[in-house]
């Protein structure tokens, strides 16, 4: 017969004096430990809409959806039931690490897949003043606004997403500027537009 090995008697000896290591959740409240990280979950008021989550999750568990009928919008997407809890989301996060951040919450069950699991936050666009493509959220566009400074008034898009957000401009100013023409190089424009008025007005 083989023998069990020391260590495997001491535990089973520790196990017998200080009980089992599960818990008798649900019957008991569970107590994580103090450093499980948890479900992660947007922060509405830091994200700015980036994507680099997105970018870096390994499990393909935040997403994006841009509408442009109506109020432009990007609805941030977390698939809390797809998450692993790897924390690459927050490592990545511009906004200070804050925008996508772990709960702590560790009960992950429901009853319905399709409403509930998933979370979502939604940041308003930007749109080129032109054609309508998508350039980004206006708070990123203001984060690297405030990111790099002076150096923002060399691009039109930064700084009038900038003077708009300050009140300086509104949409009475920008209507003067209607007409297509040198104008145009001062709206906000995604990158062909930008460069179809500065090589052809
Ligand atoms: S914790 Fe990991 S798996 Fe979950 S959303 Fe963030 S990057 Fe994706
Ligand atoms: S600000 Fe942070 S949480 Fe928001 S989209 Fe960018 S990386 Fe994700």
Redesign the pocket.
């Known amino acids: 017969m083989r023998l069990p090995k020391l260590r495997e008697l001491m535990e089973a000896i520790k196990a017998l004096i200080k009980g089992p290591y599960t818990s008798s959740f649900p019957y008991e409240p569970f107590n994580p430990h103090p450093n499980f990280?948890g479900q992660?979950q947007f922060n509405q008021d830091k994200c700015v809409g980036c994507l680099a989550?997105e970018e870096?999750?390994?499990?393909k568990?935040?997403a994006h959806q841009d509408n442009v009928d109506g109020k432009p919008v990007r609805t941030m997407i977390?698939y809390t039931d797809?998450?692993?809890?790897?924390?690459?989301?927050?490592a990545a996060c511009i906004s200070n690490n804050e925008g996508?951040k772990t709960s702590g919450k560790w009960e992950l069950s429901f009853f319905d897949r399709k409403k509930e699991s998933f979370e979502t936050i939604q940041k308003e666009l930007q749109l080129c003043e032109i054609c309508g493509e998508v350039i980004g959220c206006k708070e990123h566009l203001l984060w690297i606004a405030e990111k790099i400074g002076e150096l923002a008034y060399s691009s039109p898009t930064l700084y009038q997403t900038r003077l708009q957000s300050l009140g300086v401009i509104d949409d009475n100013i920008k209507s003067a500027l209607g007409d297509r023409g040198r104008s145009d190089r001062v709206k906000i424009l995604c990158a062909p537009c930008r460069r179809k008025t500065t090589l052809t007005t």
């Open positions: 990280r992660y989550c870096v999750c390994p499990a568990a935040i977390h797809t998450c692993i809890f790897c924390g690459m989301c927050e996508i």
